[in-house]
């Protein structure tokens, strides 16, 4: 069973900082892709970064500024996905949401959080 549950959102002034944390749990080994999407009201769910056995992507609106990371338990039961948000406008004002890809037999499968609020204004 693969779970994922993230965190760390919130009010935050432009300019400003915020860090998100995506918990997943279940055998890692079955987890390849992980990514941070966001969606605004009234617009299109996109990519934000996604890192891939340690190599990261990052869309163009935050490329600079985002900093995607991952961690796995030495257990491989849990891995924690960070994304530090520098700079952050406005603009970024989303519901974030966390993506796992399966793998092996969980290959084709995405497990999603909840989403956690990020509201950037004065």
């Known amino acids: 069973q693969v779970q994922v549950v993230e965190s760390g959102g919130g009010l935050v002034q432009p300019g400003g900082s915020l860090r998100l944390s995506c918990v997943v749990t279940g055998r890692m080994s079955n987890i390849g892709t992980m990514g941070w999407y966001r969606q605004a009201p009234g617009k299109e769910r996109e990519l934000v970064a996604r890192i891939t056995e340690g190599v990261t992507r990052y869309s163009d609106s935050v490329l600079g500024r985002f900093t995607v990371s991952r961690d796995i338990a030495s257990d491989g039961a849990k891995s924690v996905m960070s994304l530090e948000m520098r700079n952050l406008t406005p603009e970024d004002t989303a519901l974030y949401s966390c993506?796992?890809?399966?793998?092996?037999?969980?290959?084709?499968?995405?497990?999603w959080g909840q989403g956690t609020q990020v509201t950037v204004s004065s």
């Open positions: 993506s796992a890809a399966g793998r092996n037999y969980l290959r084709g499968r995405d497990f």
